[in-house]
């Protein structure tokens, strides 16, 4: 496998952690480039489950080497706890991690300035998980974050620390909050700071230098297309850039070394937190919750559920240039008699391809849909793509030829060999 970005062509929880883990066979190295620990990869072990958060899903095989990339932002706190729930089931986390030294901390006020931004937009909240992404890519952007280079000095830390809290506490001050104790925190943090000196890396020089040597590059992504913070559903999106993109400048790998992009997608459509959801169907909603489905692995919220749309991931193709498709959660439509597609959007009388750029209009938008039959078969046992029922066969091939991108792969369950490779 040539250096291969694979995005999200939805809302984000396409099943992502369970693709990345599948071509991590064909992968040495797999990078995150973007988000934080507001992400969360579930990834089926034999009989354990793993849930990551910050670090790559290729840390669960032998061999294979794990970058936190430039473009991520890490909490310090959050980084530790996963590397010893890791370590404390068995998984070894030594020399296979790097993490960036050019990547920002998530620090306290954060988090605190997170919860109070939403507690104040009300009904006009956006859903963020409120562990502090959007504050620390504001202080990214502003020029005033620690980044975690910071952390192998103490002194140095301990002085940038002080600072930024006094200036932070003055903030939550005015908005009501109580303020962030020092003492507690900055104890904290050194430990953290400690912990995490033996990974710190300049990632950008080792990726690059690993290239030379003809190491395979697998990109692994956080949310999905419509979180994009230029390209989504702005204001509902999250803080970085999740399209393909986002991983040549969250990781310091240029354009011209990427070469295929996969975009991951469910077989229906899923969201979580505020925003415009066109295709959202209450009984496509109940039928996944009432079979222990769509649940966020971060925040264990239930995920809004509706039929799939195919003008959301035609525009997602185009914007990420994918490549190849993964299909996932194929099962999860097994008993459905009559399946839907959306295939156009009317707004205010008119018939639109492409959505549109503005939330406001987005929501207004109504689903044409096109029905297909359902195969009402079990197919988790399927392996090969010819086993599969016919009407199930006829509607992935249909998403693909709406999507505008070649299928590659089929999934049919959580585990690593429900997986159909065409």
Known sequence: MANTILVGAQWGDEGKGKIIDYLTDEADIVVRSQGGNNAGHTIVHGSKKFVLHLIPSGILRRGKICVIGNGVVVDPLALVTEIRGLTGRGIKVGRNLLLSDCAHLVMPWHRALDE?????????????????????YGDKAARTGLRVGDLLDAESFTEKFRLRLRENNAVLRS???????????????????KALRPFIANTVVYLHEAMTRGRRLLFEGAQGTYLDLDLGTYPFVTSSNTTAGGAC????????RMDTVIGVMKAYTTRVGEGPFPTEDDGVSDLLHGMGREFGATTGRARRCGWFDAVATRYAAMINGIDDLAITNLDGLDHVPVIKVCTAYRLDGKLLRHPPTEAAAWKRCRPVYTEF???????????KFSRLPAAAR???????????????????????DETIRL
């Not at 908005?175 to 700071?193: C, E, V």
């Not at 039959?373 to 392996?383: D, E, F, I, N, Q």
Request: charged content about 20%.
């Open 175 to 193: 908005l009501g909050a109580k303020p962030i104790p020092l003492q507690p925190f900055l104890r904290h943090y050194l430990a953290a700071a």
């Open 394 to 416: 006829r509607y992935v091939r249909a998403l693909a030829d709406l999507t505008g991108a070649r299928l590659s792969i089929v999934s049919v369950g959580a585990g690593h």
């Open 249 to 256: 400048t969250g990781s310091g790998v240029p354009p011209h």
């Open 116 to 136: 109070q931004r939403e507690l104040r937009k009300g009904k006009n909240k956006i859903g963020t998980t409120k562990r502090g992404i959007g504050p620390a």
């Open 373 to 383: 039959p359902g195969w009402m078969k079990p197919t988790s046992a399927t392996r």
